[in-house]
């Protein structure tokens, strides 16, 4: 996740409901899409989670991805799959493509 999209490493493992707990990396994703001038204003802290996902709400409405405050409680709260389901329908709006690009070679017609 971190190379395809471009996103910051987290500062130790985690686990993935906790990585996306703050909304932080949501607001990350739609920085490195062009869909967010810049990271500024959104903070890494969990206790601002609610904040964050306030000024995401747009964004996903803008995407056509569902966000509903249930959704979103769900992901602060850290449960399970909640985050991941959003983050998948997210990379599928962004258009984020996860087939791997293989170049081929063909050879010469003679």
Known sequence: ???EVGLSPPDAPLKFERLFASGYQFAE????AGHLDS???FSKDV???PSNF???QTLFKEANVPLTEEVAQGIMKKDRGHALRVLYRLREA???DDTPQVETTRPAVT
Request: proline fraction near 0%; hydrophobic fraction near 30%; avoid cysteine.
């Open 47 to 49: 206790s601002q989670a």
């Open 1 to 3: 996740l971190y190379t």
């Open 29 to 32: 994703l739609f920085h490195k």
């Open 54 to 56: 306030k000024k995401l």
């Open 94 to 96: 962004l258009g984020y």
């Open 39 to 41: 990271t500024e204003g």
